[in-house]
């Protein structure tokens, strides 16, 4: 009779050597996605939308017919790693270096974006450039305009891709107004009109904590199963208990 127990008991084991090795697995996930939340998620830095750099584009070549001088864009990383480049040149062609652009103003947007684990905070610079014949006080001008469209640093860290697609498409008036070209016949934006309101840029919660938040609901569930199968186990062997007794009074 204590023989035929062993085949159960056997059973009982491998069962729990299951739950155990499912168990290692999920703490192994999470613990894992947590560390690579904290070293590189939530740092990326998004470019504009494709419809964003089509609309950008044509507003820039009416500017540059009108007022010859080329009009382009470039959003960076910290680490200077190019996130989107784009003139009246075309989508992903720089203004500057091109021998059809002797003339050039261009918007430079810099992001950072920090982990959650890290004590700074997301920061970005902009900075407006232009060829050599252009005087740097103009440029200068021209870079500081910007914040009255609402182009501030506070929002390319918001939403740097629809930032720098609207900072690069309000130079030719900002250039203009420094008196450095005539206005351009078809002005891209009303210097009067106030900026238009941001799209939701999302939660930084979410974008900086999704890898913490995954390894909770692991660990969560994992003290779930734990608990069911320490369940499950003492009411087998308070199951089994009265049987064996049984059998040992016989």
Known sequence: MTT???????????GAWVVWLVLGATVLVCVGSSILNRDSGGTTVPGPAADERADTVPLLVQAAESQGICYGWRLERSS??????????GDGVPVTGD??????VEVRARIMYTSSSSESNDWATVTVSGSDDLDRADLWAVDAGLDRFGL?????????????????????????????????ATPSADPAAPAGALPDAGSDFWRDRWGWLLATAGLLLVAALLITVGFVQRGRQRAATPAGRTRGAR
């Open 152 to 184: 501030d640093t506070d929002t390319f860290v918001d939403d740097p891709g629809w930032a720098i697609c609207r900072a690069a498409v309000t130079l030719p008036l900002l250039v203009a107004e420094a008196g450095v070209a005539p206005p351009a």
């Open 4 to 14: 035929a127990k062993q085949p159960a008991k056997a059973k009982q084991n491998a």
């Open 99 to 104: 021998a059809r652009c002797p003339r050039w």
């Open 80 to 89: 200077g790693a190019e996130v989107s480049v784009g003139s009246n040149l």
